[in-house]
């Protein structure tokens, strides 16, 4: 079954930055687009940012665009988050979620596997 | 930006009962009805139940039935289970940014 383990969350103080890390397994990882998705504390879910299958195109949210940056390393199986300037409403559980559809030229955008979730506290 | 809204905000019922949940696009998701349906307990993940629209997931129980189109869709669970009291979320995938309803909360009456 498909595996996905986010990791590199913690208490950060505003203006901060942070890596975010998702080790993916048991599933062709290189074949499939990839998001980050987040939670803040007792909120809904908010999509932030995708990349395509081969790691060459990505897609932000406008409310993240040019502070966050998504990244995969395909030969490693890992999706990434860089996030700088971290403000206080960046408080969130991060979750890595996998895109459906094989192959795909563009993300589908919807999720049919997610991680546990890492908690990113914005505060100091 | 595509305003997902969700209705009621949450729902008491008793396992066995059918209910519905209501979930409405502020704009047509287009061709496809590219809506996704979620499941998510308390300190947990999101799990997939529905997407475009009406088709179930891998998994998951005929019970669940996802319907509609353009802006209006609903989630239906026919004879609710123990393990279906949760919150239920939709999402819409048909433009970015790819947004989601507030949830609805199924608790146990």
């Given at each position: 079954e498909v595996q996905l383990l986010e990791s590199g969350g913690g208490l950060v103080q505003?203006?901060?930055?942070?890596?975010?890390s998702c080790a993916a397994s048991d599933f062709t990882f290189k074949a499939f687009a990839m998001s980050w998705?987040?939670?803040?504390p007792g909120r809904g879910l908010e999509w932030v940012a995708a990349v395509s299958a081969t790691g060459n195109?990505?897609?932000?949210?406008?409310?993240?665009?040019?502070?966050?940056?998504?990244?995969?390393?395909?030969?490693k199986n890992f999706l990434n988050l860089e996030i700088n300037s971290l403000r206080a409403e960046d408080t969130a559980v991060y979750y890595c979620a996998k895109d459906p559809i094989r192959y795909s030229y563009h993300p589908t955008?919807?999720?049919?596997?997610?991680?546990?979730?890492?908690?990113?506290?914005?505060?100091s | 930006?595509?305003?997902?809204?969700?209705?009621?905000?949450?729902?008491?019922?008793?396992?066995g009962e059918r209910v519905s949940l209501s979930c409405r696009a502020s704009q047509s998701v287009s061709s496809g009805n590219l809506?996704?349906?979620?499941?998510?307990?308390?300190?947990?993940?999101?799990?997939?139940?529905?997407?475009g629209a009406s088709s179930r997931a891998t998994g998951i129980p005929d019970r669940?039935?996802?319907?509609?189109?353009?802006?209006?869709?609903?989630?239906?669970?026919?004879?609710?289970?123990?393990?279906?009291?949760?919150v239920y979320?939709?999402?819409?995938?048909?433009?970015?940014?790819?947004t989601f309803g507030q949830g609805t909360k199924l608790e146990i009456k």
């Open positions: 505003p203006g901060g930055s942070l890596r975010l998705v987040r939670q803040a195109t990505v897609y932000y949210a406008d409310s993240v665009k040019g502070r966050f940056t998504i990244s995969r390393d395909n030969s955008y919807y999720f049919d596997y997610w991680g546990p979730g890492t908690l990113v506290t914005v505060s | 930006e595509i305003v997902v809204t969700q209705s009621p905000g949450t729902l008491s019922v008793s396992p809506v996704a349906w979620y499941q998510q307990k308390r300190g947990l993940a999101p799990r997939l139940l529905i997407y669940f039935r996802g319907s509609g189109s353009g802006t209006n869709f609903t989630l239906t669970i026919s004879r609710l289970e123990p393990e279906d009291f949760a979320y939709c999402q819409q995938y048909a433009s970015s940014p790819y």
